[in-house]
């Protein structure tokens, strides 16, 4: 059973506070999160929910999946296909696999899959940077600034990441998309 990591997820949030030299209860104020909850965070006694993680990745200015992997200082990364850093539950529906190391990089490279769902209750992300996708297999509805786009095997898209944005499936069976993001740091 794969079981989020907590700890190390808190611990890389102290780090990239304190490296920023802020203190708890100010990133506390810029992501509109008590200074409690965040110590509970870093001490890894909470799992952060998916609306405090994209708000603490936009305060710190850094992709949220810099949360969850170590720092990479490789010029050179071969990722083979059983090595990839799956991610499970970040959003419920859907299941990232870091394909590239993104901590430290300009940016991040990865497969998503999307499973069948409305996904209209979830939440809207945004950060910075940008991004760009292509569809592998299926077709996912996008939602961004409130437009709908629907992108089929073979589509490909891109748009400003600071723009409110979310992912759907409206079909039966997975979809699945190659995504790259840049990150503003």
């Known amino acids: 059973m794969l079981v ?3 700890s190390e997820v808190g611990k890389r949030i102290r780090y990239l506070r304190r490296f920023q030299g802020l203190t708890s209860d100010e990133l506390a104020k810029k992501t ?3 200074q409690s909850m965040i110590s509970q965070i870093e001490r890894g006694q909470v799992s952060p929910s998916l ?3 994209w708000k603490l990745s936009h305060s710190l200015k850094v992709p949220v999946f ?6 990479e200082n490789n010029a050179v990364t071969l990722t083979r296909k059983s090595e990839g850093n799956l991610i499970k539950r970040v959003r419920p529906n859907v299941e990232y696999e870091l394909l590239s190391p993104s901590s430290g990089k300009q940016m991040s490279f990865f497969k998503m899959i999307v499973s069948p769902g409305d996904g209209t209750e979830d939440p809207l992300m945004f950060h910075g940077g940008e991004e760009c996708g292509y569809m592998l297999v ?3 509805r996008l939602e961004i600034e409130g437009e709908v786009y629907v992108i089929n095997e073979g589509d490909s898209i891109y748009f400003d990441s600071s723009l409110p944005h979310r992912f759907m499936n ?9 995504w790259t993001m840049t ?3």
């Open 66 to 71: 810099s949360f969850f992997e170590a720092e």
């Open 138 to 140: 299926g077709s996912l």
């Open 4 to 6: 989020f990591p907590k």
């Open 32 to 34: 509109n999160v008590s």
């Open 170 to 178: 409206d079909g039966d069976t997975d979809a699945v998309a190659v």
């Open 183 to 185: 990150h503003n740091f």
């Open 51 to 53: 609306e405090t993680l």
